[in-house]
């Protein structure tokens, strides 16, 4: 996998400005309560063609803002089963912090705190990172089949995590960096946001097309049912 290229292919597009403009609405629009669901799908739905674009070789992966009804079915699937994936999380979160919110400033807080800190804390940034690779495959076994319950196999999505460590620990390391780097871009105001909302999706994107190429490789799914349109 390539860092580097996931983020240089952008310029060779002559229409890269035209075609990630958009991004920026869709990122406003996220942060608004009542669109904020239907965005999110449309650029994960953005996001996900192009990773298939990638993973198939096309020269030039950055889709058209076209067949819109097609963005929201395949970013909404996979928006739904992260918030499937994550509700173990967030409902422990919620329980922990309830839980230390009610010890108060004495033993108890303290006590509470040494809890976050040590057990709470790793736990869940354990499952966090362990859902986001469970799901990460199960997306690019989806978008190989166009079965959306490929992402609801967790026997069979732990078996292909164990067969392809490597692949599957060296895009969760690039993941994790770009990440980073977003995070820092977000701290300026203005221009940094600007660089978040028009890159964040087609860095992600390129860098989810070359991990679901190099899966894809060694974990075809046998079935010959189509692959969601991603041109």
């Known amino acids: 996998m390539d860092i580097g290229r996931a983020v240089g292919y952008i310029f060779e597009d002559k229409r890269w400005i035209q075609k990630l403009a958009p991004l920026l609405l869709v990122g406003i ?3 608004v309560p009542i669109f904020g669901l239907l965005a999110t799908a449309l650029g994960l739905g953005f996001m996900l063609q192009l990773a298939c674009n990638v993973r198939d070789g096309l020269p030039r ?3 058209e803002w076209k067949e819109l009804e097609e963005k929201f079915r395949v970013g909404g699937y996979v928006l ?3 918030i499937i994936y994550n509700l ?3 409902l422990f979160s919620a329980c922990t912090f309830s839980i230390a919110g009610l010890g108060g400033t004495g033993f108890l807080g303290f ?3 040494i809890y976050i800190a040590c057990c709470a804390v790793p ?4 499952y966090a990172l362990f859902g986001y690779t469970m799901l990460g495959v199960g997306v690019t076994e989806y978008l190989q089949t166009n079965d959306v319950m490929r992402m609801y196999r967790p026997l069979h999505l732990w078996d292909v995590m164990q067969a392809n460590s490597g692949t599957i620990t060296q895009w969760v390391m690039y993941t994790v960096l770009t990440n980073v780097v977003l995070a820092i871009l977000l701290v300026i105001p203005v221009l940094g ?3 978040v909302l028009l890159f964040g999706y087609p860095v992600q994107g390129h860098l989810f097309g070359q991990f679901a190429h190099k899966l894809g490789i060694s974990n075809r799914p046998q079935t010959k049912r189509r692959t969601p349109n991603a041109r």
């Open 193 to 195: 946001w600007a660089v």
């Open 88 to 90: 173990p999380l967030i």
């Open 80 to 82: 739904l089963a992260g």
């Open 29 to 31: 629009l996220s942060l």
């Open 123 to 126: 736990i869940l940034l354990m």
């Open 111 to 113: 006590a509470s705190g």
């Open 61 to 63: 992966p950055i889709p």
